[in-house]
């Protein structure tokens, strides 16, 4: 088996990024780290503060510094906070530190996936499922250039999604390399 690649997982909240991304990294013998729990323990602070007191920026400045110094570790797992995607220095330094991989899911899903999630300041308002179809209509164009695959998520068991990955990216580091046993058969950049 060659070495594989850092894995960053991009997509939007309640994608599954954190318990996918265990998940990887417990397969792959590797660090995991959660660039929005990084950035609460360094702080000190959880989210819902950090974006009281400074705002949307303030915490995406800390969200730049962070991604920029987890994707340097090597070799790791990282999922990112669902906006990491709206900056260009995130975006450039997932591309090219490692391989991106986009966990898709519907609104249907996001919403029953955060319903009781307070931890999350962006839907902490009336009209949740607007919210989450504004920020998919913005930021799914800017999860598909910046990844390499993308795996749907939804009604599908996290063991499954990450099967599917570790299929998918190891088909992009060897394409000519047989299949494992377990590997079955693999997708194309994006399967829908």
């Keep these: 088996m060659q070495?594989?690649?850092?894995?960053?997982?991009i997509g939007p909240?309640?994608?599954g990024?954190?318990?996918?991304?265990?998940?990887?990294?417990?397969?792959?013998?590797?660090?995991?780290?959660?660039?929005?729990?990084?950035?609460?323990?360094r702080c000190g602070a959880d989210i819902p503060w950090i974006f009281d007191v400074e705002g949307e920026q303030g915490f995406r400045l800390r969200e730049i510094h962070m991604i920029d110094e987890l994707t340097?570790?090597?070799?790791v797992v990282v999922a990112t906070g669902g906006g990491a995607v709206l900056?260009?220095?995130?975006?450039?330094?997932?591309?090219?530190?490692?391989?991106?991989?986009?966990?898709?899911?519907?609104?249907?899903?996001?919403?029953?996936?955060?319903a009781k999630d307070r931890n999350r300041p962006l839907l902490q308002c009336a009209n949740r499922e607007q919210v989450l179809n504004d920020m998919f209509a913005q930021r799914d164009p800017l999860y598909r250039a910046t990844s390499d695959i993308a795996v749907r998520t939804d009604r599908r068991s996290p063991r499954a999604v990450v099967n599917e990955i570790l299929r998918r990216v190891h088909r992009l580091v060897?394409?000519?390399?047989?299949?494992?046993?377990?590997?079955?058969t693999l997708?194309?950049?994006v399967s829908q």
């Design 3 to 9: 070495d594989l690649p850092n894995l960053f997982l």
């Design 13 to 15: 909240m309640g994608a």
């Design 17 to 41: 990024k954190s318990t996918i991304g265990r998940l990887l990294a417990a397969e792959l013998a590797r660090p995991f780290y959660d660039s929005d729990h990084a950035i609460q323990d």
């Design 72 to 75: 340097q570790l090597s070799p």
């Design 87 to 114: 900056r260009e220095e995130n975006r450039r330094a997932l591309r090219e530190r490692g391989t991106v991989v986009y966990l898709l899911t519907t609104v249907d899903q996001q919403l029953k996936r955060t």
């Design 174 to 184: 060897d394409p000519l390399e047989p299949s494992s046993p377990s590997a079955g």
């Design 187 to 189: 997708n194309h950049k």
